[in-house]
């Protein structure tokens, strides 16, 4: 079965620093998509990035960017010039390709940004 | 273009009772999957619907359950409410569910007493 794993349930960083956070997961499958999504006090999840597996490049957003290790299956999140918006909870999310078209999601790491 | 819209925001109902939560996605958009959030359990994927058909469905009792109609407007329905439902009710629409990205609702509170 697909896991997430996010290892850090809380992080802290100065504004206008930079921070990275940790993402593993566990598949069997050659061809997926992973994802990190963000959920501010608001609720509503919102799309920060997004991976696909067959590509080498890794995904750049702005000040958002990725480091995909596809055989260590890692997937860490980098944000660059931290901003008091991007405090919220960040989650990890594989894809499937095919199949079945459900997030398996991480349980989260809770981010915040200190002025 | 409007988002994804789910209303009620916030519902509190008694354990036994059942409840009835909607979700309109974007325009355009055929697929519309539905998330149970929780402190515990994290989030958890609760069905997927496709042009008014379950394609894909979560391990969750049959107490949960969901439809879509041909606008692509979906609900779900808890019966039988139990205090663990108590959760943020999350849902989310694409344009087919494969390779792309679904965009989020933000979702229902609901609160089992």
């Known amino acids: 079965a697909q896991t997430v794993t996010q290892s850090q349930p809380e992080m802290s960083v100065q504004e206008a620093e930079t921070v990275t956070l940790s993402c593993t997961y566990d598949?069997?499958?050659?061809?997926?998509?992973l994802f990190w999504y963000k959920q501010p006090p608001s609720r509503q999840m919102i799309l920060v990035i997004r991976q696909e597996a067959y590509k080498q490049q890794n995904a750049t957003e702005n000040r958002f960017s990725v480091n995909f290790q596809k055989a260590a299956k890692s997937f860490s999140l980098k944000i660059s010039d931290s901003q008091l918006g991007d405090t919220a909870m960040y989650f990890c999310a594989f894809k499937f390709t095919s199949g079945t078209y459900k997030y398996i999601f991480g349980t989260g790491t809770r981010l915040k940004v200190l002025a | 273009k409007a988002g994804v819209t789910q209303t009620p925001r916030y519902l509190i109902k008694t354990r036994g009772q059942q409840v009835t939560l909607s979700c309109s996605p974007i325009s355009g958009h055929r697929s519309v999957s539905w998330y149970q959030q929780t402190p515990g359990q994290g989030l958890q994927f609760l069905f997927e619907?496709?042009?008014?058909?379950?394609?894909n469905k979560g391990n969750f009792p049959g107490r949960f359950s969901g439809r879509q109609f041909s606008n692509s407007r979906s609900e779900m329905n808890v019966s039988t409410l139990e205090l663990g439902d108590s959760a943020l009710y999350l849902c989310a629409s694409s344009p087919t569910g494969q390779n792309t990205e679904a965009f989020f609702g933000q979702g229902t509170r609901l609160t089992v007493v």
């Open positions: 598949t069997s499958e050659s061809n997926y998509y």
């Open positions: 619907y496709f042009s008014e058909t379950q394609r």
